[in-house]
């Protein structure tokens, strides 16, 4: 698979960071490639696998274990909904549902070794994730990387109309 | 006496260990499962392998433990037996992973380890297919067992089961149910710390837990079988032979693998004459616990339809073409005495046990020939188990005078023996000629020629005598492997047809060739012909069948 | 990134660790940090022999604030300086307990405080080569850590011979990726050597022993590695005047749920009770509302029901024991004291819910936390939390039988203290909890009877639906 360079420079820099033992870059690398690539292809697997000294298993072993890694695309926005407790109680599901309508995903869509719906334009996807530490001001959402607390279903269309 | 103490390895440090409130002493470094073991107190376990690491994940082996209560003083506080007060830790510990320490305390069978079992049995069994009848493992799964032992009858679970992989092609050999599969790990362990091959892992998480190869990999490892062996449920199962036969008719006899130089032990499991599998069977000096795929599976030759079933004779005419076993043996004697010894060779074969190389031996002295040798089998070995050597008995050969010093190396002699006419007479035992240098041609210039044989090949087809063999699982005998650990050979099951055992033949052509009649033998058993060998083989001296025992004997030789 | 506005501390609040989060004109860069005083506490320790650093750590009395609770001196006296192998330290920042979010103003607004214990901490401990394994949902904090680490290296106080004392450190951070059991301190070596973070065995995996590369590690919570820090700033004898006896210090307490203003409020251990957080530092409940339940400490705490009177032993004037009994608002928020409540102090997250909320739901919500978190490794926790998880979505839905709320419990009894690790525990205490003290919520939704066993067979979904009456028995 080609590896463009400054993704390989990257790359040799999160090896660096664990002098002991090359094994320690698989989830840098992950992250890596998910950024890079927006989910981990199966050669993503197989060319980390090598770049690591590694056997494929070991890499699939990872994808498949942290929640964070996918391995198909997700919407241009990834819209992570917190459903844990206190979020719940502050109207996560009822949040996640009126994104859902406003994006055109399937509320249905997913189960559980699929948890990311994407709406049918690509644009957005969503996930309901497992709480994401900011339980004093539910409910809570992440957009790509973008943090947004005390999200109500009011706010929700303004902040998606800022993700076009 | 006393410079011999001196010379001796320092004593092994006893420590007390109180197992269901019996006092007992084990060495240091013994782990508190096997401990329980040798105090006839079985942990039932499924993830620990005492030849594997313990991840102590199954958690079937918890126990209650305790360790001395201690003083103001450091040291333990006795009872009123001058034993120390336990101090019982109130949450039950894996027996798995730990070592016995001094003063240590458990208990096996109390209600708290009761519970827990219970607990673990019935977790385990929440989203098992429970499938048993149609299950390969049913009569020697590990889930069976202990949840007869330890378990509930009562399914308390109302819910969906998991849905996991069924049938999956995990290897070439190997079939793979994930509902089945308790996550023990072993299969990953064996393959990461025996096998070297780490192709098998878990993807996803918690109970969707699964068990594979990444998709571009197989099990395919020569030492994938083992998986199946060690197992403890119906996850992964062999291929060869899976719905084959139920587990509980089957017959199993102690035994080793000929497939090589290294004769990994074995256990044959045969029913009504038919063998269904080959397994491993531990012997720390040979192979541990476990045996390559090729060696393990080199046994359906055993059963070919081909297998040679009656004596023949191409010299006596047409109608007399089947003579008979005992008018066979008589004419082959009788015409191997009309030629000089050096008229006649013999290639003998690494295949050969002991006993009868010993007779092969007997027959080369009577004929008066030296020209006599082994057929080598080279190929690639491994740096686990798999010899290069494929013959699983080169060092027998050399021990009873039937190989060269360097197996094969008069064969080239004998070959050009026959091309020139000077031999004139060749036997060849349970080997084919053609892959000791000679060609079908080159066999046909003889005047005689008698082979033992389990399958028609190019020097049966030329046989003047063709006597049908019995192959290793269908005899008794014995053989000495690269590390000169001499084992033995036990019959699984008959030979076919009218095969005969190879020792039987050769007594009785070595006796049909004598010039003084026959019957003189005294071989009746094959107790008899080990007694006589080890009596004319000084590093075989006072040894019998028996004594051999199921683990082999290292020899000096 | 849109942030809830900031807030001045409350007045029962004594701010130490959380100084300068939500400080007007306070950045988190190293100017800012150094400004207000920052790496003086470092400039003192690496005046101080490493054990006496160790040694100050001992006297404060701290404890881990991760949830544990375990004395970090006593955690660190297990490490022996100048061994054959190296020391490793790794910051927990993978904060992930429901109900906990202080970690990740620390990281966000004032990384350096962080960074500074780190250092203070690896020269003690005489590790060169640190981690921080931040939360992978942290993608925003890992760079500001990314970026506190390059700064401190600049001005010196990090990498090679570090304000000259001869002393090398690196500091990595090293990003989670969404899984739970990554807190417990095994679990995270293993997934920081890049595996999958199944907790290992202790015995014999104490990482103090045999950690991260089977080398001794310490792994130390973000909000512990920043106390260390004002140990050495004021002293351990000094610092262990705040709070209580064997409760010392401050801690940031998490409040969120059913309450006016949820948030984060540093207050000395033991100096406010539940029911002064709730009413006071959090403004009480919602008008009209009465208060139900709590969990006082992360989402693995047991719950705590309202009305619930505890009998407990407290010093009296006179410096005698005597007992006392109390009620759930009057529990003082420290280790000890909600320990002796049957419960736990925990990570600091408080979660409260008021009189609207059902039982059987909250437990379902926290139930299918645990199952999607269960690493899956030891067969009583990844199973059982499933389980558990699948008996309160089917009483949720409809079909709950009458053994249901029996069968809950007893799960979650063969789970706890026979697992791996301590998520085994953290699984079934809610539900153990939940059950025990809001058991007539449970009966009330699970009022089937039990169906009959095969044959025929039953699914869930045959319970759920509307079903006829089934037998009463299920004896043939």
Known sequence: MQIPPELLAKVDEAISHYPVSKRSAALPLLHLFQEHFGYIAQESILWIAEKLELQPIHILELVTFYPMFRQKMAGKYHIRVCRTLSCAMAGSYELREKICKATGIDPHAGGHHDPIAVSPDGRYSIEFVECIASCGSAPVCMINDDFYEGVTEASITDLLARYQ | ?557 | ?476
């Open chain 3, 1 to 476: 990134m849109s942030q809830r506005p900031r807030r001045s501390p409350h007045p029962r609040e004594r701010r130490m660790i959380f100084a300068n989060i939500d400080r007007e004109g306070y950045t988190p860069d190293i100017d800012s940090y150094v400004r207000h005083g920052g790496y003086e506490q470092l400039r003192k320790a690496i005046t101080m022999e490493p054990d006496a650093i160790v040694n100050e750590v001992k006297a404060s009395g701290l404890r881990g604030r991760g949830g544990a609770g375990f004395p970090c001196g006593v955690k660190w006296g297990f490490i022996r300086r100048g061994g054959p192998k190296p020391t490793y330290l790794i910051c927990n920042a993978d904060e992930s307990e429901p109900g906990t979010f202080k970690d990740r103003y620390i990281i966000h607004q004032d990384p350096h405080q962080l960074i500074e214990g780190m250092i203070i901490s690896c020269f003690a401990l005489d590790v060169h080569l640190a981690y921080i394994y931040i939360r992978g949902e942290f993608p925003e904090g890992a760079k500001i850590l990314e970026k506190a680490i390059a700064e401190a290296k600049e001005k010196g106080y990090l990498g090679k011979n570090l304000l000259d004392t001869g002393f090398d450190l690196e500091i990595y951070v090293h990003r989670g990726a969404g899984a739970y059991i990554c807190g417990e301190e095994t679990g995270l070596i293993e997934s920081l050597e890049g595996k999958r973070a199944y907790p290992r065995i202790k015995p014999p995996y104490f990482p103090a022993v045999l950690g991260l590369y089977q080398c001794p590690t310490i792994v130390n919570n973000v909000e512990t590695l920043c106390h260390v820090k004002h140990i050495i700033g004021m002293g351990g004898a000094e610092y262990a005047k705040i709070g209580r006896p064997n409760n010392t210090g401050t801690r940031i307490l998490c409040i969120s749920g059913d309450v006016v203003r949820p948030g984060y409020f540093e207050v000395e251990l033991g100096a406010v009770t539940l029911g002064e957080a709730i009413n006071e530092l959090c403004g009480g409940l919602k008008p009209g509302r009465k208060l139900k339940a709590i969990i006082p400490g992360g989402s693995s705490a047991k719950v705590l029901r309202a009305d619930e009177r505890f009998k407990i032993k407290t010093k009296a004037e006179d410096g005698s024991m005597v007992d006392k009994e109390i009620g759930v608002e009057d529990i003082l928020m420290d280790f000890d004291s909600l320990a002796a409540v049957g419960s736990m102090a925990g990570s600091g997250g408080v979660i409260v819910m008021d009189d609207s909320r059902d039982m059987v739901w909250t437990l379902n919500n926290l139930n299918e936390f645990y199952a999607h978190e269960s690493c899956g490794q030891c067969t009583p926790c990844r199973e059982g939390s499933l389980w558990m998880r699948k008996i309160t979505d089917r009483i949720l839905a409809g079909g709950g039988v009458d053994n249901d709320p029996d069968v809950l419990k007893n799960v979650a009894d063969n789970i706890a203290g026979k697992t791996i690790c301590a998520f085994g525990e953290a699984c079934s205490w809610p539900t153990q909890s939940f059950v025990l003290k809001f058991r007539d919520e449970f009966t009330a939704k699970a009022r089937k009877p039990l169906p009959p066993p095969i044959p025929p067979e039953y699914t869930p979904d045959t319970l759920i639906a509307e079903t006829p009456r089934l037998p009463a028995t299920n004896q043939a």
């Open chain 2, 1 to 557: 006496m006393s410079t011999e103490t001196a010379t001796a390895p320092p004593p092994v440090q006893m420590l007390n260990v109180q197992i269901d409130g019996v006092w007992m002493q084990f060495p240091k470094g013994t782990r508190l499962i096997e401990a329980c073991a040798q105090a006839n107190k079985f942990i039932p376990r499924y993830c620990y392998h005492p030849k594997l690491s313990s991840p102590g994940n199954c958690r079937m082996c918890l126990i209650e433990m305790g360790m001395p209560k201690m003083g103001p003083d450091r040291q333990p506080e006795l009872g009123e037996d001058g034993r120390p007060v336990i101090n019982w830790i109130p949450r039950p510990q894996i027996s798995c992973a730990q070592d016995v320490a001094e003063g240590m305390a458990v208990r096996t069978d109390s209600p708290m380890v009761q519970d827990a079992r219970k607990g673990v049995l019935e977790f385990l069994l929440i989203n098992h297919p429970l499938d048993c009848p149609v299950c390969d493992q049913a009569g020697e799964c590990r889930l069976q067992e202990f949840s007869v032992e330890h378990g509930n009858s009562k399914s308390r679970f109302l819910e969906h089961k998991v849905k996991k992989p069924k049938n999956v092609a995990i290897g070439p050999r190997i079939t793979l149910d994930d509902e089945r599969c308790i996550l023990c790990s072993r299969c990953v362990r064996f393959m990461r710390e025996v096998a070297k091959d780490d192709v098998l892992g878990f993807v996803n998480r918690g109970s969707y837990n699964t068990l594979t190869c990444h998709p571009e990999r197989t099990l395919d490892s020569n030492y994938s079988l083992n998986t199946v062996d060690i197992c403890p449920v119906g996850a992964l199962t062999s291929n060869d032979f899976r719905f084959k036969m139920r587990v509980w008719f089957l017959a199993e006899t102690k035994s080793f693998c000929t497939s090589c130089a290294t004769g990994c032990n074995t256990t044959i499991s045969a029913r009504q004459g038919t063998i269904y599998r080959q397994t491993p069977r531990e012997n720390n000096d040979v192979n541990s616990s476990w045996m390559c795929d090729y060696g393990r599976l080199n046994f359906h030759y055993l059963q070919s339809p081909d297998r040679l079933v009656r004596p023949s004779a191409k010299i006596v005419p047409p109608e007399e073409n089947e003579p008979g076993w005992d008018e066979a043996l008589l004419r082959a004697g009788k015409a191997l005495r009309s030629y000089k010894g050096s008229e006649v060779a013999i290639i003998a074969s690494g295949r050969q046990t002991n006993e009868e190389l010993y007779l092969t031996a007997e027959l080369a002295r009577q004929i008066g020939t030296e020209q006599i040798d082994i057929v080598p089998h080279l190929d690639l070995g491994d740096d686990l188990l798999l010899s290069a050597d494929r013959n699983p008995n080169v060092a027998g050969a050399r021990l009873l005078g039937v190989s060269a010093p360097t197996p094969g190396e008069r064969l080239r002699s004998i070959a050009d023996g026959v091309r020139s006419g000077a031999i004139k007479a060749l036997i060849v035992l349970g080997e084919d000629a053609t892959e000791a240098g000679l060609t079908e041609e080159d066999l046909k210039k003889t005047d005689l020629l008698i082979t033992l044989s389990l399958l028609p090949n190019a020097t049966t087809r030329q046989a003047d005598y063709l006597f049908p063999s019995a192959g290793f699982a269908e005899k008794r005998g014995s053989m000495i492997n690269k590390t000169n650990r001499l084992q033995r050979l036990n019959r699984a099951v008959e030979p076919p047809g009218e095969a005969r055992d190879d020792w039987e033949i050769l007594r009785d052509l070595l006796n049909a060739s004598r010039e003084a009649a026959a019957d003189s033998s005294d071989l009746f058993t094959i107790e008899d012909l080990f007694r006589q060998m080890a009596a004319a083989t000084p590093a075989l001296n006072g040894l019998s069948l028996s004594r051999i025992g199921d683990l082999g004997l290292p020899l000096e030789l």
